[in-house]
């Protein structure tokens, strides 16, 4: 027996922490958890040695405060053993890059902004080999979200169709755009391999979305087999009807109980080229988180649940990939159809 994959993707972090700009005598801690994916410690690990860098493994105890498991959600809701732990913070305080190789990352935690605070850069990694090879960023795409996140923050509304009967209008004052771009380069700066995406957080929009076949359910990781019509008002989803991924939402919503749950959250488009919609189907759940259904070009990808501009602390966190809609920003198309458009 042998086991070759952490050098297999040695050349992949290697490349990744060079994009996130991983330089000698920098200090790299490579933050896991016992159900992490060893080889991507491992690859992870002599990537930054390579590059020069003073690099720690550190294994912490696994389990999160969230109610739901821990099967790659997305929920982002940080390992308890971490929030309760303050030399644990101290180190991933203390680093210029944590290579965060845990199942559920800290995203939604009030903990990661504390340590972004301190300059440290994040890269979470959490999707399959094949997923981050294909997804691997370019340098150049950081222009091309940026663009995106431009136009939100000069813009005040953004209108969302689609001939499935999708048609929501969001404001998009104090809405905080940003984006997605698979590395990590400025100081205090969270990202995540593989992502590129746009994105902002309303407060408020109004409309309804209708679900098509297709459409990505995470963290599920389910397509949609019939049509879902949400009603959306100031932000909130009044009403859920349709067929069983209608019931499936309605009950994860029910059994949150979460003052938050129905509120929506961040929402955008992908401009991830290489990524692949039928990658949801080729792949086990527990092998994804599911980076090419919420980044694929074109999609339109909304969420509920937490929101950190408005203060919502929140474990009921569902992220939806839509086909097939036409987002356009205070009169400008940037996805037709379910087609991405750039200048
Ligand atoms: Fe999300």
Redesign the pocket.
């Known amino acids: 027996m042998f086991d070759l994959s952490s050098v297999d993707l040695l050349d992949a972090f290697r490349r990744e922490l060079e994009l996130c700009k991983v330089k000698q005598d920098e200090h790299v801690v490579v933050l896991a958890e016992p159900d992490s994916r060893g080889d991507y410690v491992a690859a992870a690990f002599g990537a930054a040695k390579s590059l020069g860098a003073h690099v720690i493994s550190a294994t912490v105890p696994g389990g999160n405060p969230a109610p739901m498991d821990s099967t790659r959600t ?1 929920a982002g809701p940080g390992l308890t053993s971490v929030l309760n732990d303050k030399a644990a913070q101290d180190l991933l305080k203390s680093a210029d890059l944590v290579v965060d190789l845990t199942q559920e990352g800290f995203i939604h935690a009030p903990v990661q902004q504390e340590i972004l605070k301190t300059g440290t850069r994040i890269i979470f990694v959490c999707d399959a080999p094949d997923v981050l090879v294909r997804n691997l960023p370019q340098e150049s795409d950081k222009e091309r979200v940026l663009a995106g996140s431009g136009l939100l923050k000069r813009s005040e509304t953004m209108r969302v169709t689609s001939g499935a009967g999708t048609d929501l209008t969001v404001q998009l004052k104090g809405s905080h755009p940003e984006f997605q771009v698979g590395f990590a380069d400025d100081p205090g700066r969270w990202d995540h391999w593989p992502s590129t995406m746009v994105l902002c957080w309303p407060e408020f929009s109004d409309g309804q979305l209708v679900l098509a076949e297709g459409d990505i359910l995470l963290p599920f990781k389910e397509y949609v087999r019939e049509p879902v019509t949400l009603n959306i008002a100031d932000g909130h989803i009044e009403k859920i009807s349709g067929g069983a991924e209608a019931k499936l939402l309605d009950s994860f919503f029910e059994d949150a109980d979460d003052e938050w749950g129905r509120s929506l ?2 929402m955008g488009w992908g401009l991830m080229k290489t990524a692949d919609w039928f990658a949801t189907a080729l792949y086990g759940k527990s092998e994804l988180m599911g980076m090419d259904a ?1 980044a694929f070009a074109g999609n339109f990808l909304w ?1 509920t649940g937490p929101h950190p501009i408005l203060g919502r602390e929140s474990y009921a ?1 569902v ?1 939806i990939a839509m086909r097939g809609c036409t987002v356009s920003v205070d009169g400008t198309d940037v996805v037709v159809d379910g087609r991405l458009v750039e200048d």
Do not use: L
Request: hydrophobic content about 0%; aromatic content about 0%; cysteine-free.
């Open positions: 997305g959250s961040h919420r969420s966190h992220d």
